[in-house]
């Protein structure tokens, strides 16, 4: 059987970018367990020590430095690394910077499909930051990234209402992340008192300020809180102050960044999530603590509206008042009620966010792009399809 080669090409490589990187990789493991898919990453760093190369887990990685500052991530020797790989298939991960741009001419150049995905930097909010710079992007080379890709991925609903709101009128597969299942559910430690966890980008957009404002109003009896996650343009220091004016230093701890085993120890140990973000295209992370059994409160921000429809969390309004207000109803729920919602959400996971059932849906889309195979259903020609 002729593989299908598929070529993964990211920025996002560990610690400034962990959730598209956890997305990227969890993709290109999914789909290279298929028999007819060779997979690789293309992974674009600022220096050796940042991303190891090799192969790792049936997946060929391949590190190519940067020249220059990280803004751009000018890198020189992406086309020379594509033409020698010779994909079948480029996708294309985030948007705004050089890889996209260089990935998606040479494709043009040789007929070799493009993928596109944006992972929410196409969303209102996300085009609205640092504003001048992404028009100037957008102007130079990234509209003809994106209105030229043969596919654009969007993880939910809600992203592809933002993709079709900017012209774009290429296809689009609607497929969610995933996370690793356990098999069976699992049970929560016993102990003296009860965690919720954030764990994310400390940015003011992901809403953190604000759940520390909540948590000052509440200060719920027999809770702690965990924020965890890479500081963001200095905005650690500001968190810092927060928690010190608030007087929230035994309540509150900050640890910084955690990766991968120490990621899911720490939501292993949570008896809440929370994440206030003002956009997420997904929220990975959510998909994660349900995994774990770990009710969550999300915003309106967010595309989780299926917490409340399941009986596993809260949607609440962005803002302080919205995540108070869901706090207060999720802290003050007795042991039991937790824990059965905690199962709810583990069921959910499973049944929605396995990453076997998400890799086939992308081996079926990478497919499609390159025979005669029927259009998968994940598939949108129009918004209202």
């Given at each position: 059987m002729l593989a299908l080669k598929v070529a993964h090409v990211t920025t996002a490589c560990r610690w400034h970018a962990p959730g598209i990187d956890a997305a990227v990789t969890g993709i290109a493991a999914a789909t290279a367990r298929a028999p007819d898919m060779a997979v690789s990453v293309l992974g674009i760093?600022?220096?050796?020590?940042?991303?190891?190369?090799?192969?790792?887990?049936?997946?060929?990685?391949?590190?190519?430095?940067?020249?220059g500052p990280r803004t751009l991530a000018y890198a020189p020797g992406l086309a020379a690394a594509l033409s020698h790989l010779r994909p079948h298939v480029v996708h294309q991960h985030g948007a705004w910077q050089y890889p996209g741009g260089a990935a998606s001419r040479w494709c043009r150049g040789e007929g070799v499909p493009f993928v596109l995905s944006p992972h929410g930097m196409f969303s209102a909010v996300g085009l609205a930051a640092r504003r001048a710079r992404k028009l100037a992007a957008w102007l130079a080379w990234q509209r003809t990234v994106a209105t030229t890709a043969h596919l654009i991925h969007a993880t939910s609903e809600q992203e592809l209402h933002a993709i079709r709101r900017l012209?774009?009128?290429?296809?689009?597969?609607?497929?969610?992340?995933?996370?690793?299942?356990?098999?069976?559910?699992?049970?929560?430690?016993?102990?003296?008192?009860?965690?919720?966890?954030?764990?994310?980008?400390?940015?003011?957009?992901?809403?953190?300020?604000?759940?520390?404002?909540?948590?000052?109003?509440?200060?719920?009896?027999?809770?702690?809180?965990?924020?965890?996650?890479?500081?963001?343009?200095?905005?650690?220091?500001?968190?810092?102050?927060?928690?010190?004016?608030?007087?929230?230093?035994?309540?509150?701890?900050?640890?910084?960044?955690?990766?991968?085993?120490?990621?899911?120890?720490?939501?292993?140990t949570a008896d809440l999530l929370v994440l206030p973000s003002y956009t997420e295209n997904f929220g990975l992370v959510v998909a994660e603590a349900l995994a774990r059994a770990v009710p969550v409160v999300a915003t309106t921000g967010t595309p989780w509206?299926?917490?409340?429809?399941?009986?596993?969390?809260?949607v609440a309004p962005c803002g302080v008042g919205g995540i108070t207000a869901?706090?207060?109803?999720?802290?003050?729920?007795?042991?039991?009620?937790?824990?059965?919602?905690?199962?709810?959400?583990?069921?959910?996971?499973?049944?929605?966010?396995?990453?076997?059932?998400?890799?086939?849906?992308?081996?079926?889309?990478?497919?499609?792009?390159?025979?005669?195979?029927?259009?998968?259903?994940?598939?949108?020609?129009?918004?209202?399809?």
């Amino acid at each position: 059987m002729l593989a299908l080669k598929v070529a993964h090409v990211t920025t996002a490589c560990r610690w400034h970018a962990p959730g598209i990187d956890a997305a990227v990789t969890g993709i290109a493991a999914a789909t290279a367990r298929a028999p007819d898919m060779a997979v690789s990453v293309l992974g674009i760093v600022l220096n050796r020590t940042e991303w190891p190369s090799g192969k790792h887990g049936g997946i060929e990685r391949q590190r190519i430095e940067i020249v220059g500052p990280r803004t751009l991530a000018y890198a020189p020797g992406l086309a020379a690394a594509l033409s020698h790989l010779r994909p079948h298939v480029v996708h294309q991960h985030g948007a705004w910077q050089y890889p996209g741009g260089a990935a998606s001419r040479w494709c043009r150049g040789e007929g070799v499909p493009f993928v596109l995905s944006p992972h929410g930097m196409f969303s209102a909010v996300g085009l609205a930051a640092r504003r001048a710079r992404k028009l100037a992007a957008w102007l130079a080379w990234q509209r003809t990234v994106a209105t030229t890709a043969h596919l654009i991925h969007a993880t939910s609903e809600q992203e592809l209402h933002a993709i079709r709101r900017l012209g774009l009128r290429s296809p689009v597969a609607v497929i969610p992340l995933g996370v690793t299942v356990p098999e069976h559910c699992p049970r929560k430690p016993e102990g003296s008192g009860l965690r919720a966890v954030y764990l994310g980008r400390l940015d003011p957009l992901k809403g953190v300020g604000d759940l520390v404002a909540a948590w000052a109003s509440l200060r719920p009896r027999g809770w702690s809180l965990t924020i965890a996650g890479p500081d963001h343009r200095g905005y650690l220091a500001r968190l810092q102050r927060s928690i010190a004016h608030h007087g929230l230093a035994d309540e509150v701890a900050v640890i910084g960044p955690v990766w991968r085993r120490d990621r899911d120890a720490l939501l292993e140990t949570a008896d809440l999530l929370v994440l206030p973000s003002y956009t997420e295209n997904f929220g990975l992370v959510v998909a994660e603590a349900l995994a774990r059994a770990v009710p969550v409160v999300a915003t309106t921000g967010t595309p989780w509206q299926c917490l409340v429809e399941e009986g596993c969390g809260w949607v609440a309004p962005c803002g302080v008042g919205g995540i108070t207000a869901a706090l207060s109803a999720a802290c003050g729920l007795d042991l039991p009620t937790l824990r059965l919602m905690g199962r709810r959400g583990w069921a959910l996971a499973r049944a929605r966010f396995d990453w076997d059932e998400i890799g086939r849906q992308f081996a079926a889309a990478y497919r499609w792009l390159c025979t005669s195979n029927a259009m998968p259903s994940c598939i949108r020609l129009t918004e209202d399809q």
